[in-house]
């Protein structure tokens, strides 16, 4: 009888249930101070990955003499900023990790084809540059919540910024003067035909280009 009875005083007593709630309670907010914290420096992060795309967008966008010279410039831009002190501080704590270089598309037609854009149709909306970020940091587990990352796309997001191009000087000289050119000597016969002096107009013609077609 004695053993029962301080068998049913032990099962009545609740001296330390304080304490387990406690402990339950810490880690249950610790938990989700991590989550918040992992957010907020995220979204943080992404408003200055975006301000990267765009100045690497501006950059390599605006005309020059080839398509590849315009590539070449936005690489330079990414790397200057990706450099930088402050930013390679933050990028360089392995939480967030960015590509060698960002990303331009389709030389010719950007990234109008995942959009849905007509190829046919002479649209230039979609041409940028994207930057693929993995946020590392969302790459956590929790006590009694478990892992944030259930899919193998968590944590990643594509930055991006569209703001049309330029077209380069081989562009404007290759399909629209020389082009233009081919079609006024196509007007009349007498352009095509070598003069009094031996000389063929048509051929005589050096395509040149100004600001701009």
Sequence with gaps: MKSRYHLGRALRNERGILTLDFIFALLLGMGFAMVFFALTLTLSLMEVTQYISFAVARTALGAHET???QSALGNRKYAELRDRPIFKNIFGRG???LPAQPDYGNPESGFNVEYGSDPN???????GARIRIEARILDITIPLLG??????ETGFANVQTFLGREVTTTECREQFNRARWTSIIALDPAYQNVNSTG?????????ITDNGC
Aim: cysteine-free; hydrophobic content about 40%; proline content about 4%.
């Design 67 to 69: 398509r590849a010279e």
């Design 147 to 152: 892992s944030s990352k259930t899919q193998s």
């Design 95 to 97: 939480w967030f990790r």
């Design 199 to 207: 000389a063929n107009p048509a051929a005589a013609v050096g395509l």
């Design 121 to 127: 149709d002479d649209n230039e909306t979609f041409f």
